[in-house]
């Protein structure tokens, strides 16, 4: 009876020590399997890609998706976020957020942006400000005419 007991107690030990043990975090039994974990938005490129300055909001939904985050105090203020986790603990994480002004996208920041930067707003804001240079050349030249 006694080499039973003894056993039944080495058996209740080592129950609790492998409980025990296999709550700790920083123990990692390599016969067991860790999944990868996804939290976010996916961020393709290909969808990234398809922004360009002056699309509305509903826009921009439409080719990203619902942001993960809408700014409460700044609702023109989009934040994607996307991390995946793998079995073996590296994390890659990746972050986009996306300015708007009156209803339509105007500039964006984080580690992932759109490679085509649209180069028509761009051509567009300096045909503007050259017209704003012209006028205020013409408006010195009157100004010069009046003075003679």
Known sequence: MPKAH?????LV????CSLMFSGCSSIKFPWVYRINVQQGNILDK??????????T???????MGSPMLIDTFNQDRWTYYYSRRDGKGNTRKRQLTLHFEEDKYVRH??????SNENKK???SLNDEE???TEQALKATEKKKKAAF
């Open 121 to 123: 707003v761009e051509r």
């Open 109 to 114: 920041e984080g580690d992932i942006t759109p």
């Open 46 to 55: 290909e969808d990234i890609d398809q922004l360009e300055f002056g699309m």
């Open 6 to 10: 003894n056993n039944i107690r080495r």
């Open 130 to 132: 050259a017209h704003a």
């Open 13 to 16: 030990i080592v129950c609790i």
């Open 57 to 63: 909001k509903r826009q921009v939904q439409y080719v």
